[in-house]
């Protein structure tokens, strides 16, 4: 079932019909969403880690509110594309969607504790994401839902987000550890993620069981 052990409550996240009669549920361990959730209400840093962050805060909290409007981009249109493809290995490309998906999720929210620890302000409303998106938000192929185009989309966004976090990481490294821990962590993530996608890309044969 979806990457989960032990005994926590699972929320079902997407039933998706199979072609064989029968459904294919996914599921999210109801803790895991509880924490990235209830983590992005968390409350401010105080005065001295504001402060010692100094004159690099508003630089970063515009860099870090583009991410965290990219990461939500992604996460709702992975999972868009895991209810909509189809053709051979659609069942588990589907499933490394939904993966991929949520850890985007997760990646949002980790960014808007950051943001709101600087003293900025998470994006308020959805429509308003746009806005700070990246200038080329992952955009699903108009000719989706056969698996390459929308693998290459995939692709296309993890690569966007190795240079925000690239560029993240050149602007905090001297004046702010903690976002830079952070976006150190989200880097090695996307670059994984491009290599994983660049395998899928050259297999005939697909092996969606990594992250
Ligand atoms: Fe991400």
Redesign the pocket.
């Known amino acids: 079932m979806l990457g989960v052990s032990g005994t926590q409550n699972l929320i079902p996240l997407l039933s998706r019909e199979n072609g064989t009669g029968r459904g294919i549920k996914y599921y999210v361990p109801e803790t895991r969403l509880q924490n990235a959730v209830f983590s992005c209400f968390s409350g401010g840093m105080g005065k001295l880690g504001q402060e010692s962050v100094g004159e690099a805060a508003p630089r970063l909290i515009e860099l870090l509110k583009r991410?965290y409007a990219?990461?939500w981009f992604?996460?709702y249109n992975y999972f868009l594309a895991s209810t909509r493809i189809s053709g051979s290995y659609s069942d588990s490309v589907a499933r490394l969607l939904v993966r991929?998906s949520r850890?985007?999720f997760?990646?949002?929210a980790r960014l808007g504790t950051r943001i709101q620890q600087l003293g900025g302000e998470v994006v308020e409303r959805l429509l308003a994401l746009a806005d700070h998106a990246t200038d080329k938000p992952f955009k699903l192929p108009n000719e989706a839902w056969s698996i390459e185009p929308v693998l290459r989309a995939v692709l296309d966004a993890e690569r966007t987000?190795i240079r925000t976090y690239s560029e993240l990481h050149a602007t905090a490294r001297e004046v702010d550890p903690v976002t830079d821990r952070l976006v150190v962590a989200?880097l090695n993530?996307?670059v994984a993620?491009e290599e994983q996608i660049e395998r899928l890309l050259a297999d005939d044969e697909p092996d969606m069981s990594g992250g």
């Open positions: 991410a990219d990461e992604a996460h991929k850890r985007n997760e990646h949002a987000s989200l993530e996307a993620g």
